[in-house]
């Protein structure tokens, strides 16, 4: 199993970025997918999450109304659309899958919101 993050980046509070994660070496259409972020000090969280059939999402009360999350099976990728980010959105985003009870993770992309 591999999930590949990448969209991270610097962007001014305001901004807007995509991130995406690549999953292989399992049936991606078969699981839900969530993204998590950890910011400097303080524990991973959840960012938001989607059912594998696209047709339930879940969203932190933080992110609510700003950030969306989607899936594309036949590209095994998940993405999440940021709006609006403010600068406590800074953190290491990863995205998770969980299969027969075990999680695994992306190596993580960087997300820093600043001016």
């Known amino acids: 199993v591999q999930l590949v993050e990448s969209g991270g980046g610097l962007v001014q509070p305001g901004g807007s970025l995509r991130l995406s994660c690549t999953g292989s070496?399992?049936?991606?259409?078969?699981?839900?997918m969530s993204w998590y972020r950890q910011a400097p000090g303080k524990e991973r969280e959840l960012v938001a999450s989607?059912?594998?059939?696209?047709?339930?999402?879940n969203y932190a009360d933080s992110v609510k109304g700003r950030f969306t999350i989607s899936r594309d099976d036949a590209k095994n990728t998940v993405y999440l659309q940021m709006n609006s980010l403010k600068p406590e959105d800074t953190a290491v985003y990863y995205c998770?899958?969980?299969?027969?009870?075990?999680?695994?993770w992306g190596q993580g992309t960087q997300v820093t919101v600043s001016s």
């Open positions: 070496g399992f049936t991606f259409s078969r699981y839900g």
């Open positions: 989607i059912t594998n059939t696209g047709g339930s999402t």
């Open positions: 998770k899958v969980t299969l027969s009870f075990m999680n695994y």
